[in-house]
């Protein structure tokens, strides 16, 4: 089953790339199947089916998503990856409230 679809992603992609792409030195390619977002090299953000992994957060902000009932660690074949935490979006408007940690993931990613 592959993680992302663009039949049933695309609003959100475009959502998330209206904001995203605007941003210093964002690019953008397609890695693992899944739009992917990098700067200066690092990947810090992925799309998939029903939601955003960001992959450059530090302790303290994968804890802050996950005490909430919208994020998980990603789990790809079965493995935890815990370095990478999916935040689960019902709705592309909700992108807005998890702005601060794709920022973070971002900023983290420029260093």
Known sequence: M????????????ETFEEILLRWPEVTKKKMFGSPTYSVRGTIF?????????LSQLDDEEKEALLS????EYFVAHGRVIKKWVLIRIQDS?????FIP???????????
């Open 93 to 97: 408007a909700d992108i807005e409230r």
């Open 45 to 53: 953000a992925m799309l998939v089916n029903g939601g955003i992994i």
């Open 2 to 13: 592959p993680y992302y679809s663009e039949s049933e992603s695309q609003h959100l992609r």
């Open 68 to 71: 909430g009932t919208d994020a």
């Open 101 to 111: 940690f794709i920022e973070a993931s971002y900023n983290r990613a420029m260093k």
